[in-house]
């Protein structure tokens, strides 16, 4: 048997594999064999297409080897120690949960609420749990991803001033490291964006805020805990502050993963809050989409709250819009198989279990810290102990070796991981933001910082071989070229044929 490396051999498949377009050819034919029992089908002729689609033409086992190639070009949880997409919350969705998704999978969201009402159920049960979880009085499902359920909250934060008499109000106060998604729904939304810095102690400042105040300001939004991992113990302080100008306070849930259980929303006095579920209830990311959100409010903002939401009416339940609605963020309801996955993982563990999930994840994160701080050339802004995540910085290192932080994470990914960096601008010199979660063991998050002191040892060894990564990958270095060049951007394959195959040969 050889020795044990000193850290776990990788090599991620690669293939040249094309677009499934370029795979097509005239005439190829794959068998799909219906369900048993299933129905004919005769669509009326009102729905009927003129014209077929033009969808690749494959034979079964291309369309196999295509998929199959494709999946082994990926990492994730399944594959990996995930712990480095730092503010993503990655964690294990249990497999049960997506059969759940499954048994759903034909719902049409224009069918009948009287044919629906099982999962309009579920979704009444949902909202109320996350009512509780945050203690405010109402949720809607309706946003599809946590930045809409952010533009949902700074909608909703517009109407009621409008309805008040104080549309003047037109700044909204955030924080450097407060998920940008904040600022970036406020500045769409038409509102002037002031941005705290944090102190001496890595905090938002409560003396700026103090002089950011006044009769134009619309609200607050705020992380907390923050990017940094940090929680502000002076919350509520801030919150009062807002609140004695006539603003609203809007509390940024997502990284509730250290907090389940332990502090609500409304317990610090805020106004509205919102969930990713697909960060905290364990619903998959889904490569970016469809993700699922929520957004919460006190009872003063309910009568706006987007619609529709379920509402028990006569022994069933029915979709009803409140009263002075900001209307849809999103088509239809939702995204209703992450609902329900994040409502069965709800269920699963109780009230005691999602407080054990908080405390966990807090472990872990202050475990994995600790070990990364053993690492020559790591460091942790501000040092002291973190919720459930932290940002890190390879400043040091990169002082001494001229690798920097990137270079780190790119190579990392020779052995199966990776990490991201931070949210720009990189207020943190080197940033690099883990993550842990709940789900991870002991012997995983030993790994996974072994891999990153590896890592670290060989840019002091020959810091070139680490510039020269990945060696082990799928794909080399992205050419970024091409990413600020709108007239490359090729979102479907029509687009791309347009523009970069167009004339050649």
């Known amino acids: 048997m050889a020795p044990k490396p000193p850290v776990r051999r990788f090599h991620q498949a690669r293939w040249d594999e094309p677009i499934i377009f370029e795979l097509s050819q005239p005439g190829r034919r794959g068998v799909a064999v219906p369900e048993p029992g299933a129905p004919a089908v005769e669509l009326p002729e009102s729905v009927r297409r003129e014209r077929a689609p033009k969808l690749p033409e494959m034979s079964q086992p291309h369309v196999l080897r295509h998929y199959l190639r494709l999946s082994q070009e990926n990492l994730g949880f399944d ?19 997506d059969g759940f998704a499954k048994a759903i999978a034909d719902l049409h969201p224009r069918q009948p609420e009287d044919s629906v009402q099982g999962v309009l159920e579920i979704y009444a049960r949902m909202e109320s749990m996350l009512a509780e ?54 500045k769409t939304a038409g509102y002037e964006v002031i941005t705290l810095m944090p102190n ?23 992380t907390n805990p923050e990017d940094t991992g940090i929680f502000n113990p002076r919350i509520k302080e801030f919150v009062d502050l807002v609140h004695s100008v006539g603003g609203l306070a809007c509390y940024d849930q997502a990284n509730a993963n250290g907090i389940l259980g332990i502090t609500r929303a409304r317990d610090a006095g805020f106004d509205l809050c919102h969930f990713n579920l697909h960060k905290t209830f364990s619903t998959p990311h889904m490569c970016g989409g469809p993700a699922a959100g929520a ?33 849809k963020i999103r088509p239809f309801l939702g995204v209703t198989q992450n609902i329900v996955r994040a409502y069965a993982w709800i269920m699963a563990l109780g009230g005691d279990g999602l407080r054990t999930v908080a405390e966990t994840a807090a472990l872990n994160n202050n475990y994995l810290m600790h070990k990364i701080l053993q690492i020559p050339g790591a460091s942790a802004p501000w040092g002291r102990r973190r919720i459930e995540q932290a940002r890190y910085s390879w400043q040091q290192l990169s002082e001494e070796t001229g690798v920097h932080s990137e270079e780190i994470g790119v190579r990392a990914a020779d052995f199966g991981v990776h990490y991201w960096t931070s949210h720009h601008p990189y207020l943190v010199p080197e940033p690099f933001t883990l993550e842990p979660t709940e789900s991870y063991s002991k012997e995983d998050l030993d790994e ?14 020959d810091p070139e071989f680490v510039k020269g990564a990945p060696y082990n990958q799928t794909v080399h270095k992205i050419d970024m070229t091409s990413l600020d060049d709108p007239d490359q951007w090729a979102p479907t394959w029509r687009a791309y044929v347009r523009k970069h195959l167009s004339g050649k040969g």
Do not use: W
């Open 200 to 222: 001496a102690d890595g905090q938002p400042d409560i003396e700026a805020l103090r002089a950011a105040v006044g009769p134009r300001t619309a609200a607050l939004m705020i």
């Open 448 to 461: 996974y910082a072994a891999i990153l002191a590896h890592v670290a040892e060989e840019a002091r060894r």
């Open 79 to 97: 594959l990996n120690i995930d712990v480095g997409q730092g503010t993503c919350t990655m964690k294990y969705s249990p497999k049960v949960n």
């Open 295 to 327: 957004s919460g409010v006190s009872e003063a903002l309910a009568p706006f709250l987007p619609g529709p939401v379920v509402e028990a009416h006569d022994g069933r339940f029915i979709l009803k819009y409140p009263e002075k609605s900001v209307g």
């Open 133 to 186: 979880i945050s203690g405010m009085s109402r949720v809607s499902l309706q946003p599809g991803s946590g930045s809409a359920a952010i533009y949902a909250n700074i909608a909703m934060i517009r109407a009621y001033h409008a309805a008040n008499g104080e549309g003047h109000r037109d700044q909204v106060i955030t924080t450097i490291f407060s998920h940008p998604s904040n600022a970036a729904c406020a």
